[in-house]
């Protein structure tokens, strides 16, 4: 089983950067890709960034390439995601857990996630 704990959001303005935190427990997570994924209110959930085990390859939606860093340290059960250059659209509520997201319910259930409101 998988149990991630988000953490990091808040409210900034556009153009400002925030750091988001994953805790993550079960082992299958630390030999997996892990992805932070994010959803805004009337949409559905879209992947934003992963990252294999040995975070030696990296995937970015479009929208965010450039601008987010996504990165873990399985030393200390984490996965992080810098996110800079923020925008409006960025608003969402972040999760992070197993990719692709069809595992999240073999392995467990999505965390509670962490609010990003970017607004001035």
């Known amino acids: 089983q998988v149990q991630v704990v988000e953490s990091g959001g808040g409210l900034v303005q556009p153009g400002g950067s925030l750091r988001l935190s994953c805790a993550y427990s079960?082992?299958?997570?630390?030999?997996?890709?892990m992805g932070w994924y994010r959803q805004a209110p009337g949409k559905q959930r879209e992947l934003v960034a992963s990252i294999t085990a040995t975070a030696n390859i990296t995937n970015y939606l479009v929208s965010v390439k450039g601008r987010f860093t996504i990165s873990r340290d399985n030393a200390k059960n984490s996965v992080y995601l810098q996110m800079n250059s923020l925008k409006p659209d960025d608003t969402a509520a972040y999760f992070c857990?197993?990719?692709?997201?069809?595992?999240?319910?073999?392995?467990?259930?999505w965390g509670q996630g962490t609010q990003v409101t970017v607004s001035s």
């Open positions: 079960g082992a299958i997570a630390r030999m997996t890709v």
């Open positions: 857990h197993l990719v692709p997201p069809e595992l999240v319910p073999r392995f467990g259930s």
